[in-house]
């Protein structure tokens, strides 16, 4: 896929799911005008393990912060965010490098 001169690659949020487990993938720039999607893609099977991998993540703000807090509690235990060294950098910035749903790298 041509990226047009350094321009970050396209938001996507695609869910698959495993019997009971389902797994987001998460591409490009999560921000106010994505997190949201990403948030719902996660609620769109019924699944009693959610993993979100969110290593093909270029940008993560504070709503997208906000969004994977909500999954942790929505699923709690049973949530697993894979992340992207952006979004590791930005969760440790938050306070939030020691959740349990955090899986590094």
Not at 66 to 85: D, E, K, N
């Amino acid at each position: 896929m041509d990226q047009g001169g350094g321009t970050s690659p396209v938001f996507s949020a695609s869910a698959e799911i495993d019997g009971a487990h389902l797994r987001v993938l998460v591409t490009g720039e999560v921000d106010m005008a994505t997190a949201d999607v990403m948030y719902q893609t996660a609620l769109r099977e019924p699944a009693e393990r959610v993993t979100l991998d969110l290593r093909a993540v270029t940008f993560f703000d504070s709503a997208a912060i906000h969004a994977v807090v909500r999954l942790a509690q929505q699923f709690p235990g049973t949530l697993a965010v894979l992340p992207s060294r952006q979004v590791h950098r930005v969760l440790e910035i938050s306070g939030l490098a020691d959740q349990a749903w955090l899986h590094p790298a």
